[in-house]
T-cell receptor, first 109, second 113 residues
Framework: KNEVEQSPQNLTAQEGEFITINCSYS?????LHWLQQHPGGGIVSLFM???GKKKHGRLIATINIQEKHSSLHITASHPRDSAVYIC???????????FGTGTSLTVIP | DTAVSQTPKYLVTQMGNDKSIKCEQN?????MYWYKQDSKKFLKIMFS???????INETVPNRFSPKSPDKAHLNLHINSLELGDSAVYFC????????????FGPGTRLTVL
């Protein structure tokens, strides 16, 4: 069983919709990361958070440490948001990194 | 200016060959990583170096050997390439190992024939 689980695996939305991607993890962590991989393959780090909530433009990331759960929200989605979104955690013991399998988002005009 | 660069971008080679992928970061970061992304797009960490010292060495065949000549460079050498080594390899860097934001290179698509 993967230490990090994401849902949904695939998501199709109409432009303008509010989108939520979920991430659950099973280990104690020092940080959680949300990454975006564009269709061209490049990977960009969107957020790193260890508590609460962060906002950058139309993207909002929240984390609940007690429930071991994080969500990535996209408001007013746009076709350029189409990408794979990957959740990753840094455990608070050891130096391993654990990745989710990614959520493939397609936003239709 | 590119923050994390990798060369080459594409690499096609025959089974049994030895090849290297180079990575350089100009961010002044202490920590660098190599990741492998398989055909199912699953990212898996392979190695991490902090100040030129190996920190993470996952269950990776001995045919893979990272080398860090200085903090700004982490190269990946692969001996006796196998079909299963075909993947996209990403280099990344972060300020430190402690869960900092990571900056990724553009990836190197390795195809072993």
């Amino acid at each position: 069983k993967n230490e990090v689980e994401q849902s949904p695996q695939n998501l199709t939305a109409q432009e303008g919709e509010f989108i939520t991607i979920n991430c659950s993890y099973s280990v104690g962590i020092s940080a959680l990361h949300w990454l975006q991989q564009h269709p061209g393959g490049g990977i960009v780090s969107l957020f790193m958070l260890s508590s609460g909530k962060k906002k950058h433009g139309r993207l909002i990331a929240t984390i609940n440490i007690q429930e071991k759960h994080s969500s990535l929200h996209i408001t007013a989605s746009h076709p350029r948001d189409s990408a794979v979104y990957i959740c990753a955690v840094t455990p608070n013991t050891g130096n391993q990194f654990y990745f989710g399998t990614g959520t493939s988002l397609t936003v239709i005009p | 200016d590119t923050a994390v660069s990798q060369t080459p971008k594409y690499l096609v080679t025959q089974m049994g060959n030895d090849k290297s992928i180079k990575c350089e970061q100009n961010l002044g970061h202490d920590t660098m990583y190599w990741y492998k992304q398989d055909s199912k797009k699953f990212l898996k960490i392979m190695f991490s170096y902090n100040n030129k010292e190996l920190i993470i060495n996952e269950t990776v065949p001995n045919r893979f050997s990272p080398k860090s000549p200085d903090k700004a460079h982490l190269n990946l050498h692969i001996n006796s390439l196998e079909l299963g080594d075909s993947a996209v390899y990403f280099c990344a860097s972060s300020q430190s190992i402690a869960g900092d934001t990571q900056y990724f290179g553009p990836g190197t698509r390795l195809t072993v024939l």
